[in-house]
């Protein structure tokens, strides 16, 4: 073992681990326990960090940190099976015996986590997306056994509130205990059931890390790469090769190939408008294409072929300009008709500003907003709850750009007010304020009445 002893850096490694490997070490453990001992083997990672916390830094990092973390979270979930005397289901499970399960905790060999065990993350993913829970819930479980989300991620993907989320995710493990009631196989489980319900998962992790919150990233390339991997070996299934699999994947590769155009140097989104488009990676493009292509076959339109279409008529653009805003408000349209989206609103808004003028985009944002006017109790059609903080800042920033555009900036910077009063993260108030310096004004005018 190489040890380092640097108790800073075993802290940071380990909430690296804890954020990007949870998933795998969680879906492993899962496959050789069986799906029923599913909570002793999150118990058994969680553990397994902890005491990887209390012993990194006063012994260093050993050579292998991701087969460490394996064999103690192994060892602890034979222990706690021991102890609940539930280890007899296990051995039977397992086709061996006490000591061929001891034995094989000792002989341990460490895994290469990237390569061996992406299947089980996937097979994490299928078992929390249970038909037997609610979707909404079956999704915060989801991305919080699955993907390492912390809570507040969970949130802002799913647009609830943090004690909302986490109610939900008791009651789905709750259900998911009541289901399986520790004697589930992985082979009894319908995949085919689940696959919506896992796509959707996929989408929200991609979403996570092209439009991150967290104020240490302002793009994480490493959700992002992890949805595609996720996507692509769901498509390589029998119950996965489907049209609207390879959809989300030409999705997903479209919106990366503007990555590094979409980064500034100083910490903030750069807009569609104002991208370099030299900057984006056609090779990604065109990978794109091909999935593209693979999801025209059939006649199944999801959710996943109308964004694809959009974000490819965004690719094809020479310029910003020059965007076929015809046929984005036509897809728009499309999605509207079967998803009351707030961000769809938006886009519709965009494209109705070119095609029909200010006014019109103005007056569906107005829509959108209305339950959240001073003293407007009339809720807006489209849009049956709440608006979440982000929903509303976005409603507000592109009303702020739509006044620019029409030469009205004292309302611009009043809507540019507004969605700074929605708590946005850094990232989101650094591109507002880049809103106002692109049109010649002082950020500071934001702050002052």
Same mark, same amino acid.
């Given at each position: ?40 083997? %999150?118990?058994?990672?969680? #553990? @397994? ?39 007899? !289901? ?9 000591? $061929? ?14 390569? #061996?065990? %992406? ?68 082979? $009894? ?22 439009? #991150? ?25 029998? +119950?996965?090769? @489907? ?19 979409? %980064? ?8 569609? %408008? ?47 300009? !020059? ?30 500003? +070119? ?38 800042? @976005? ?27 929605? #708590? ?26």
């Amino acid at each position: 073992m190489n040890l380092q002893p640097e108790s800073k850096q075993s802290h940071q490694l380990v909430d690296h681990f804890f954020r990007h490997e949870y998933g795998r070490l969680l879906g492993r453990l899962a496959r050789v326990l069986g799906a029923g001992n599913w909570e002793t083997a %999150e118990d058994s990672v969680q #553990s @397994a960090m902890q005491e990887a916390l209390r012993v990194w830094g006063p012994r260093g990092i050993p050579s292998d940190p991701g087969g460490w973390l394996y064999k103690v979270a192994h060892r602890k979930a034979i222990d706690s099976l021991r102890r609940a005397k539930l280890h007899k !289901k296990f051995l039977d499970h397992d086709g061996g015996g006490l000591r $061929e399960a001891d034995q094989a905790v000792a002989s341990f060999e460490p895994i290469d986590l990237d390569n #061996s065990i %992406e299947d089980d993350r996937l097979r994490m993913l299928f078992l929390c997306c249970d038909p037997a829970i609610p979707c909404e819930s079956q999704i915060a479980m989801t991305l919080k056994l699955a993907a390492g989300f912390g809570i507040s991620e969970i949130s802002r993907a799913l647009l609830a509130t943090e004690s909302t989320i986490q109610k939900r995710i008791t009651r789905a493990k709750e259900k998911l205990r009541e289901t399986h009631n520790h004697s589930g196989r992985f082979d $009894e489980i319908h995949w085919a059931d689940r696959v919506d319900s896992v796509l959707q998962t996929i989408y929200l992790i991609f979403n996570e890390g092209y439009f #991150s919150f967290t104020p240490e990233h302002l793009l994480r390339k490493d959700l992002c790469d992890e949805a595609i991997r996720l996507a692509t070996l769901l498509y390589s299934t029998s +119950f996965g090769c @489907a049209p609207k699999t390879s959809a989300l994947i030409a999705l997903m590769f479209f919106h990366t190939s503007r990555f590094e155009a979409r %980064e500034s140097d100083t910490d903030y989104f750069v807009s569609l %408008e104002d991208q370099d488009r030299s900057r984006w990676d056609w090779t990604v493009i065109r990978r794109g294409m091909e999935w593209m292509q693979l999801s025209a076959k059939g006649s199944t339109l999801s959710r996943y072929h109308i964004e694809a279409s959009i974000a490819w008529e965004h690719c094809r653009a020479t310029h910003f300009e !020059k965007t076929d805003w015809k046929r984005i408000g036509e897809l728009y349209r499309l999605m509207l008709d079967s998803r009351h989206s707030v961000y769809c609103q938006i886009g519709m808004a965009m494209a109705e500003y +070119f095609c029909e003028g200010a006014a019109t985009a103005l007056a569906r944002l107005d829509r959108c907003l209305t339950p959240f006017k001073e003293g407007g109790a009339q809720q807006a059609s489209t849009n049956e709850v709440s608006l979440s903080p982000q929903e509303r800042a @976005a409603c507000e920033t592109l009303k702020g750009w739509v006044y620019f555009r029409v030469q009205q900036p004292e309302r611009a910077i009043q809507s540019l007010r507004s969605a700074i009063a929605c #708590s946005v993260g850094d990232h989101q108030e650094a591109a507002i304020k880049q809103l106002m310096i692109r049109n010649g004004l002082n950020p500071v005018l934001l702050t002052s009445e």
